[in-house]
């Protein structure tokens, strides 16, 4: 007995089987019941959608002899008939193989006869967009005035492709991607059906790898089945035979990205190449990681809007710190370009790579993305206190010399910093939030964050520190106190630091390079009783 694919296996039969189309499925049941049938329905939307399946269905419920609740019986010699493909009343047309003037044609001749069982003549015409402009036109005459028991239901996945004189003669029904939650509780029944065991979490893979479609998400379920017969489907089994990659890749990559490690991206890429990782899947799905990424960073309630895991949430709002939004659309815009580029390519590794190199050196590219996102760098390099110059200590050594011949004044060296003693909780506390500076300040914001450049934090007692400014318009900003409230509020909620913070103007010609050291640092260098006073005394 040969095998049935589980797409037409599982075709639904009764309107009350249709999942995802609800709105549309209620209209027609409705039209039913009173009786109130059209003429003419368009039914447009993506692939697998339920367009020739509703279509199939409403043909039987119009023809059915004993209707139940609108839908058909399937029981009746009419349902039984049209199931078995063998009734005059339903043609199926497929517009893309007889899309000409003398196929509409012969429909026009055999409208004029009236169904010799049933109640209507039924015509479904499939990919109708695919109907060349004559065939339209012969269409037009029948479609605006058929007799009273033709009814005609055209499908197409491209509705900008019909004739507006077509679309204004029809009832439009507009067919929804199905939502993963559903595509999911469909295939959760299928699969207890088919005694098929699978992990819950490659279940919703493949309904996610679907994007939308029931019948890909059969096929998909049944390729993997297929592969694996006999085993349990693991989240690893769907992954191997769809060529997938784990979400956990994308996390390492993207991180590896915005730190800018090009060699781990490439050993990333390579590993997934060894594997048999589809690289087009590949593109496709870091896509909408970052899109996921973009959301999480810009939406105010983004759980909402990402389907997925608590775990894979958090590891994703984790993500969101590493990089704003302007070089997240950056990221996206390359991917996007590599997405078009690499369906015709012969070397989409190369491609691939080629791709992570400009996202991890910007400093390659000259459009203005790259240009911002380097900005953004360097601002955090001065925030973080890290300063970039070009004269190397061997240009130091090559220039000495020189200046020394020409009579040039020399530099007296900088006067050597100056060592303070702090308790050992005060020297935790700056140790913490100096090497955070520069994240806590990119966190609190574009608006906040140009007042706090060349600024550095200094130990002002127990659980208080001191901004310390050199530059007054800055500190006139930085010092407010509603401003060192939102910073004191997101040390605590980051950290878990209840930390007291204020400000002060640097003086003039004040150095600001002193050291801190704690007292036990203080006491395993020097073997010796020591008494520190109290600077309040």
Same mark, same amino acid.
């Given at each position: 007995?040969?095998?049935?694919?589980?797409?037409?296996?599982?075709?639904?039969?009764?309107?009350? /089987?249709?999942?995802?189309?609800?709105?549309?499925?209620? =209209?027609?049941? %409705?039209?039913?019941?009173?009786? !109130?049938?059209?003429?003419?329905?368009?039914?447009?939307?993506?692939?697998?959608?339920?367009?020739?399946?509703?279509?199939?269905?409403?043909?039987?419920?119009?023809?059915?002899?004993?209707?139940? %609740?609108?839908?058909?019986?399937?029981?009746?010699?009419?349902?039984?008939?049209?199931?078995?493909?063998?009734?005059?009343?339903?043609?199926?047309?497929?517009?893309?193989?007889?899309?000409? #003037?003398?196929?509409?044609?012969?429909? !026009?001749?055999?409208?004029?006869?009236?169904?010799?069982?049933?109640?209507?003549?039924?015509?479904?015409?499939?990919?109708?967009?695919?109907?060349?402009?004559?065939?339209?036109?012969?269409?037009?005459?029948?479609?605006?005035?058929?007799?009273?028991?033709?009814?005609?239901?055209?499908?197409?996945?491209?509705?900008?492709?019909?004739?507006?004189?077509?679309?204004?003669?029809?009832?439009?029904?507009?067919?929804?991607?199905?939502?993963?939650? =559903?595509?999911?509780?469909?295939?959760?029944?299928?699969?207890?059906?088919?005694?098929?065991?699978?992990?819950?979490?490659?279940?919703?893979?493949?309904?996610?790898?679907?994007?939308?479609?029931?019948?890909?998400?059969?096929?998909?379920?049944?390729?993997?089945?297929?592969?694996?017969?006999?085993?349990?489907?693991?989240?690893?089994?769907?992954?191997?035979?769809?060529?997938?990659?784990?979400?956990?890749? $994308?996390?390492?990559? $993207?991180?590896?990205?915005?730190?800018?490690?090009?060699?781990?991206?490439?050993?990333?890429?390579?590993?997934?190449?060894?594997?048999?990782?589809?690289?087009?899947?590949?593109? =496709?799905?870091?896509?909408?990681?970052?899109?996921?990424?973009?959301?999480?960073?810009?939406?105010?309630?983004?759980?909402?809007?990402?389907?997925?895991? /608590?775990? %894979?949430?958090?590891?994703?709002?984790?993500?969101?710190?590493?990089?704003?939004?302007?070089?997240?659309?950056?990221?996206? !815009?390359?991917?996007?370009?590599?997405?078009?580029?690499?369906? $015709?390519?012969?070397?989409?590794?190369?491609?691939?790579?080629?791709?992570?190199?400009?996202? =991890?050196?910007?400093?390659?590219?000259?459009?203005?993305?790259?240009?911002?996102?380097?900005?953004?760098?360097?601002?955090?390099?001065?925030?973080?206190? #890290? $300063?970039?110059?070009? /004269?190397?200590?061997?240009?130091?050594?090559?220039?000495?010399?020189?200046?020394?011949?020409?009579?040039?004044?020399?530099?007296?060296?900088?006067?050597?910093?100056?060592?303070?003693?702090?308790?050992?909780?005060?020297?935790?506390?700056?140790?913490?939030?100096?090497?955070?500076?520069?994240?806590?300040?990119?966190?609190?914001?574009?608006?906040?964050?140009?007042?706090?450049?060349?600024?550095?934090?200094?130990?002002?007692?127990?659980?208080?520190?001191?901004?310390?400014?050199?530059?007054?318009?800055?500190?006139?900003?930085?010092?407010?106190?509603?401003?060192?409230?939102?910073?004191?509020?997101?040390?605590?909620?980051?950290?878990?630091?209840?930390?007291?913070?204020?400000?002060?103007?640097?003086?003039?010609?004040?150095?600001?390079?002193?050291?801190?050291?704690?007292?036990?640092?203080?006491?395993?260098?020097?073997?010796?009783?020591?008494?520190?006073?109290? /600077?309040?005394?």
């Amino acid at each position: 007995m040969s095998y049935t694919a589980l797409y037409r296996k599982w075709r639904p039969a009764v309107f009350d /089987e249709v999942k995802g189309q609800e709105h549309i499925v209620t =209209t027609l049941r %409705n039209q039913m019941i009173s009786g !109130r049938i059209g003429h003419a329905y368009l039914f447009c939307g993506t692939r697998g959608t339920g367009k020739t399946s509703i279509a199939k269905i409403f043909a039987r419920a119009v023809n059915c002899e004993h209707p139940v %609740n609108g839908s058909p019986c399937n029981e009746c010699p009419s349902c039984k008939s049209i199931l078995a493909g063998s009734s005059m009343n339903v043609v199926e047309i497929d517009a893309a193989s007889n899309n000409g #003037v003398e196929n509409i044609r012969e429909i !026009r001749e055999q409208v004029q006869y009236p169904p010799t069982e049933g109640n209507y003549r039924v015509y479904i015409i499939d990919e109708v967009h695919m109907l060349s402009i004559g065939a339209f036109n012969a269409l037009l005459k029948t479609l605006e005035e058929p007799p009273s028991y033709v009814i005609f239901i055209l499908a197409t996945t491209e509705v900008h492709k019909i004739p507006i004189t077509i679309l204004s003669r029809c009832q439009r029904y507009d067919f929804k991607r199905i939502s993963l939650d =559903t595509i999911a509780g469909r295939l959760g029944e299928l699969t207890r059906a088919e005694g098929i065991e699978i992990e819950e979490r490659a279940l919703r893979y493949v309904a996610k790898a679907a994007d939308g479609s029931m019948r890909d998400a059969l096929s998909l379920l049944d390729q993997c089945a297929a592969f694996h017969f006999g085993e349990a489907l693991t989240y690893d089994n769907v992954l191997d035979v769809l060529g997938a990659v784990d979400t956990s890749v $994308f996390s390492r990559l $993207f991180r590896a990205v915005c730190q800018g490690r090009t060699k781990d991206c490439i050993c990333e890429l390579e590993e997934m190449v060894i594997q048999g990782r589809e690289l087009g899947q590949f593109v =496709t799905d870091f896509i909408w990681y970052m899109r996921n990424l973009l959301l999480a960073q810009s939406a105010d309630d983004a759980e909402g809007l990402l389907d997925m895991s /608590e775990e %894979n949430l958090r590891q994703l709002k984790e993500d969101t710190k590493l990089a704003d939004g302007a070089t997240l659309m950056r990221f996206i !815009r390359i991917f996007s370009d590599l997405s078009n580029q690499i369906r $015709f390519a012969s070397q989409k590794r190369v491609l691939v790579e080629v791709a992570f190199i400009k996202l =991890t050196r910007p400093d390659m590219e000259t459009d203005l993305d790259s240009i911002l996102q380097r900005l953004s760098q360097l601002e955090d390099q001065v925030a973080s206190g #890290v $300063f970039v110059t070009t /004269e190397t200590p061997a240009l130091r050594q090559t220039l000495a010399p020189a200046a020394a011949a020409e009579g040039a004044t020399a530099v007296p060296p900088a006067p050597a910093p100056e060592k303070v003693v702090i308790s050992e909780a005060q020297m935790e506390d700056l140790n913490l939030i100096r090497n955070e500076w520069g994240k806590i300040v990119r966190e609190m914001g574009m608006a906040i964050r140009p007042s706090f450049r060349d600024t550095i934090v200094e130990p002002s007692g127990n659980s208080c520190l001191c901004i310390v400014f050199t530059n007054a318009s800055n500190y006139a900003i930085g010092s407010r106190p509603s401003v060192l409230g939102d910073l004191e509020r997101h040390i605590e909620a980051a950290y878990g630091k209840k930390l007291y913070l204020k400000a002060r103007l640097s003086g003039e010609g004040e150095r600001l390079n002193t050291i801190y050291v704690s007292e036990d640092e203080l006491k395993s260098k020097i073997h010796m009783d020591i008494t520190i006073e109290d /600077e309040t005394d």
